[in-house]
């Protein structure tokens, strides 16, 4: 399997829902059913009933998505969902996952529910689509705890109060085998509003 580059940012903002997205650029290569990745369609059988050879290597395409996660006040994952960039050229291509709300972000082509995953038919050389991840999960846990003028402070009371914010955001790996966080750097930034909090 040829190696994939990985980059990683996890973004919150106070201000709505939390928001983390890290992003997954790869070559494609054709796999089984039911597995994460790409492939293009099988070539087509050759006059006479014979069958014609697999495309070759270079015809598969690469992939590249970005993730997003839907935050919690408090840190935890309510809603993780990818956006895919893919390049069919006029190459039928399936991307196998596990996926639910399947919205085209490119054109009006219709994006071919398929066993495990979708089908994409597009003459497009950049394609988009934005999909929600079932059963995905984050590479870290997250937890958000807030204090005013010193006290705990549950993020609901926050909504128009005044007086010494604090925020403590603390992580940890999701699971022990993780390469994300063996191998990756975690950066975290926080936006606040500068009409309502000063001093920061």
Not at 58 to 77: D, I, P, W
Not at 83 to 103: A, I, Q, R, S
């Amino acid at each position: 399997m040829k190696r994939k580059t990985t980059r990683i940012a996890i973004i919150f903002l106070l201000a709505g829902l939390m928001t983390a997205s890290f992003a997954l650029t790869g070559n494609a290569s054709a796999n089984p059913q039911g597995a994460q990745g790409l492939r293009p369609e099988a070539a087509a059988a050759a006059p006479g009933g014979a069958a014609s050879a697999p495309a070759p290597a270079e015809a598969a395409k690469t992939r590249e998505e970005v993730v997003y996660a839907n935050l919690s006040a408090t840190g935890g994952a309510e809603k993780i969902y990818a956006v895919t960039l893919l390049h069919p050229g006029g190459v039928k291509l399936y991307d196998y996952g596990d996926f639910e709300n399947v919205v085209n972000l490119t054109d009006m082509t219709e994006i071919e529910g398929a066993p495990s995953g979708i089908a994409v038919d597009s003459d497009a050389e950049a394609f988009y689509y934005q999909a929600d991840l079932v059963g995905a999960q984050l590479p870290w846990a997250v937890d958000v705890t807030y204090t005013l003028d010193g006290a705990p402070v549950q993020p609901d009371r926050l909504a128009g109060a005044a007086g010494a914010l604090g925020v403590s955001i603390r992580t940890a790996p999701a699971a022990r085998e993780n390469v994300f966080s063996k191998n990756y750097m975690l950066t975290i930034s926080v936006t606040l509003d500068a009409i309502h909090c000063q001093n920061i």
